[in-house]
């Protein structure tokens, strides 16, 4: 993640007909996101600090989120901030063998070939 930021409040809300998780650390935000004009404004404080995934994770079973709407936006939020799995190293480039080209030995041939060595 980008941020090892931790919230205490975690919700979502209308705004210009889209519904988007929002993050804060007090329950205030409420009167700051209503003066900003959203609407349908649902915010749930959590148990503990979490970051933002593990939060939006924690608030998805809750009852008040069970909507469309809310799962909807929650939905999308995991599926675009999911953690990935860690870039493998790229292996440095292998060069291409050269090829030998195989001679068979040559025996030389000698008048007694019956002869023992």
Known sequence: ???????????VSKLN??????FATDI??????????HED??????????????GVTAIKSMDEFQDVAAQAAIAEYLDEK?????????????KAATKVKATAPKAKVTEDEDAPF
């Open 28 to 37: 205030m935000r409420i009167k700051v996101l209503a003066k900003h004009g």
């Open 82 to 94: 999911a953690p990935k799995a860690p870039a493998k190293a790229k292996a440095a480039p292998v």
């Open 17 to 22: 007909g889209e519904y988007k998780v929002r």
């Open 1 to 11: 993640m980008a941020t090892d930021k931790l919230f205490n409040v975690i919700g």
């Open 41 to 54: 404004i649902r915010l749930a404080e959590l148990d503990s600090a979490m970051t933002k995934y593990d």
